[in-house]
């Protein structure tokens, strides 16, 4: 009778930590999927072979929460010569030409209840890639972020693995090490980010 006992007790934990791990991976904190873009801009072409800096292209970056997306009117700005006869540049030619945004996807989408200022991060001289991942690699941006089904079992088994990028852990881990090995201010007030 006493075995029945400890077995049926086994089973309600396991059920438990099986709820918990489920409804806590389910809860996806950050978005950031590769997705087929209206023109396929190359990141690694205009990192690694031209060399320009992120802040080219996402010049609000520096100033705004968001870092923003070029205007057709920057693409064309070498576009206009460099590799015109190109299908993908015909493209933005043909925005340019009727004087519309283009289209794009967006790949980096956090919860409307979390705040990130890009800003602070670049003032911080956080490099673009911490976050973001080798965009100066990609052909497509993307990257694996949000919580995993694996890592919540690890949590919930007692070890203490990683988060992945752009969840909440992730960051506060990211401010308590730059706070420890810079001497920097990063917040760890809920405040700062939460509204």
């Known amino acids: 009778m006493r ?30 999927k590769s997705s087929v873009q209206p023109i396929n801009f190359p990141h690694n072409v205009h990192v690694q072979t031209y060399k320009i800096d992120c802040q080219y292209c996402h010049s609000d970056a520096r100033r705004s929460e968001y ?10 700005g070498c576009h ?13 030619a043909e925005f340019a030409a009727q004087q519309r945004p283009i289209p794009w996807v967006r790949v980096y989408k956090l919860p409307e209840f979390t705040y990130f200022p ?7 001289e956080v490099r673009c890639q911490t976050c973001h991942g080798a965009v ?16 919540d079992m690890l949590n919930l088994a007692g070890f203490r693995p990683s988060p992945p ?15 420890t090995s810079r001497g920097t201010h990063a917040p760890l007030d809920c405040v700062m980010c939460h509204h």
Not at 3 to 31: E, M, N, T, Y
Not at 67 to 76: I, K, N, T, Y
Not at 165 to 175: D, E, K, R
Request: net charge positive; glycine share 6%.
């Open 3 to 32: 075995k029945a006992g400890v077995g049926a007790a086994a089973v309600v934990l396991l059920a438990v930590l099986v709820f918990f791990a489920v409804s806590s991976w389910s809860r996806q904190p950050a978005i950031a």
């Open 67 to 76: 870092a923003g997306l070029p205007s057709v009117e920057r693409c064309m």
């Open 80 to 92: 206009k010569i460099t590799a015109a006869d190109k299908p993908e540049i015909k493209k933005l």
């Open 118 to 124: 890009h800003k602070a991060h670049i003032r911080a």
């Open 136 to 151: 100066e690699t990609m052909t497509t941006v993307g990257a694996a972020t949000g919580p995993t089904l694996v890592n």
């Open 165 to 179: 990028p752009l969840t909440m852990g992730w960051c506060v881990s990211c401010h308590r090490q730059q706070n």
